[in-house]
């Protein structure tokens, strides 16, 4: 009679939460105090297939572990910054790293206020820069998960 769905099963409501709360991620990292007033933060969404290419260069560094939490993951958000490494000026350079803190702060913070587990994973980042997923020459990378259990709380060493 609607001709519209009336049933959204969990398994769809949490894809279409996670990658929504994803976005606003974005944009808190894109809104996060910066420093010296200078935005240069960028920032990626990967799912699907990417990420399964992530999580397969993330094998060949030899994070293996780390891979595995990433492919359990729905998505993973990358926020990366231009730190101007060529500068023989320290200021800059540290300022940017602080604006990349802030940002993922920022983020981190909008996943949790939305119930969705993260984990700030380095190795993440060191393989979508090899893989150019992120612009900036730091990349740090943030996997996302919607389960009945935090996959990022119990971690195997």
Same mark, same amino acid.
């Given at each position: ?16 939460? /996670?990658?929504? &709360? ?16 200078? !935005? @240069?933060?960028?920032?990626? *969404?990967?799912?699907? $297939? !990417? ?7 993330? +094998? ?5 572990? +780390?891979?595995?939490? /990433? ?7 990358? *926020? ?7 500068? $023989? $000026?320290?200021?800059?350079? @540290? ?6 803190? *802030?940002?993922?702060?920022?983020? &981190?913070?909008?996943?949790?206020? %939305?119930? &969705? +587990? ?10 979508? @820069? ?6 900036? !020459? !730091? ?7 919607? #389960?009945?259990? %935090?996959?990022?709380? +119990?971690? #195997?060493?």
């Amino acid at each position: 009679m609607w001709g519209v769905k009336t049933i959204i099963n969990s398994t769809a409501a949490e894809e279409d939460a /996670l990658l929504y &709360v994803a976005k606003l991620m974005v944009a808190a990292a894109r809104t996060a105090p910066k420093t010296r007033g200078e !935005d @240069s933060i960028h920032t990626s *969404i990967v799912i699907g $297939e !990417d990420k399964e290419k992530l999580a397969v260069t993330m +094998d060949e560094l030899g994070r293996d572990r +780390d891979a595995g939490n /990433l492919r359990a993951s729905g998505a993973v958000v990358l *926020i990366g910054v231009d730190t101007g490494k060529a500068s $023989e $000026e320290w200021w800059p350079y @540290s300022a940017k790293l602080i604006d990349l803190g *802030i940002a993922l702060g920022s983020a &981190v913070k909008v996943a949790s206020d %939305n119930n &969705v +587990d993260n984990r700030i994973m380095r190795s993440v980042g060191l393989a979508a @820069s090899k893989m150019c997923l992120c612009k900036g !020459d !730091d990349v740090e990378g943030i996997p996302l998960s919607v #389960k009945g259990k %935090n996959i990022y709380f +119990d971690r #195997k060493t």
